[in-house]
């Protein structure tokens, strides 16, 4: 079994991006020892699981059981969220994990090594991007609006005004690619406060704010238990909040000097940037790893 497991999920709509994914992984070089890749299927069809399987990815079925209550409360693409906090139960014999969302994909080579790395070293710590960058100017100039405002939203129905007052202020902690230790507590808080806060009602605001809500439990528990550390926002870099661009050599590079590379490029927002994200170039390897019917597929 793996040291470090890789892990990550969705269904057919995301599965053409998460090709990227694995591409980009086997073309960052080798896999480091001891780490293994793995995808939990939430409704690929079979042609795509046997290229997963084709790529050396573990490919295996999301145990609804295991999910208890949440599989109802949690339907569809939920599931990708909700499943994070079961992956100790999942791999019971692994020590550390990385989640990775499928709308992102890996340029650094040592991104997942440092990942894995400081899991295994320091196990009672989250390692996580904080979603803030220098280069985000646009969110930036309207900090008050775009940050402290909208996270009220959604930490105020789930928690209430005080804490939502405490933690709005704080730089969103992105989920889309964590590395924890297997052993650490916060699993298991992980997992008993979205049960929590999925089986309450929000109103006409349901569906927004069970979007967020796994992501918003995970920044108020480490808070909570300070256990966070904060990670260089390049290895998660959210292509929503500034474009990046691509160099000469094809290296996707932040668009303010001094133009460091790109760790780690998020696509985040897809289903409403994915035209301007296609446009430049910002998927892996420029989109071309597609066939012409599958972009056709993914920009429809």
Not at 196 to 223: C, F, K, W
Request: aromatic share 12%; with cysteine.
């Amino acid at each position: 079994m793996a040291e470090v497991q890789i892990v990550f999920s969705c269904d057919e709509s995301y599965i053409l991006l998460a090709k990227g994914l694995v591409r980009s992984i086997q073309a960052a070089g080798a896999m480091p020892a001891g780490f293994e890749l793995a995808f939990i299927d939430l409704g690929c069809t079979p042609g795509h699981l046997q290229w997963l399987r084709e790529q050396g990815v573990r490919v295996l079925p999301l145990d609804t059981q295991l999910l208890g209550p949440l599989a109802q409360s949690a339907p569809g693409h939920l599931r990708a969220l909700v499943l994070r906090p079961f992956l100790p139960l999942m791999f019971p014999e692994t020590r550390a994990f990385i989640w990775l969302d499928s709308d992102l994909w890996i340029q650094s080579r040592d991104a997942l090594h440092m990942f894995g790395s400081m899991a295994l070293a320091y196990p009672d710590k989250l390692f996580i991007c904080p979603e803030w960058h220098y280069s985000y100017v646009d969110f930036n100039a309207s900090f008050m609006t775009l940050q402290i405002e909208n996270l009220a939203r959604y930490y105020t129905p789930l928690y209430g005004e005080q804490i939502a007052r405490q933690m709005a202020g704080r730089p969103l902690l992105n989920a889309g690619i964590f590395s924890l230790a297997a052993g650490n507590p916060l699993w298991e808080l992980w997992k008993r406060e979205i049960n929590v806060l999925y089986s309450r009602q929000y109103g006409a605001d349901d569906p927004r704010i069970r979007h967020m809500a796994e992501q918003t439990a995970l920044n108020v528990l480490a808070a909570r238990h300070d256990m966070a550390v904060p990670v260089d926002p390049l290895f998660n870099y959210m292509c929503m909040y500034a474009i990046p661009f691509r160099d000469h050599a094809g290296v996707v590079r932040v668009p303010q000097p001094p133009n460091a590379p790109v760790g780690v490029v998020h696509l985040s927002l897809w289903s409403q940037r994915r035209k301007h994200y296609w446009d430049r170039g910002l998927l892996f390897d420029s989109g071309r790893y597609l066939t012409d019917e599958e972009r056709i597929l993914l920009l429809k």
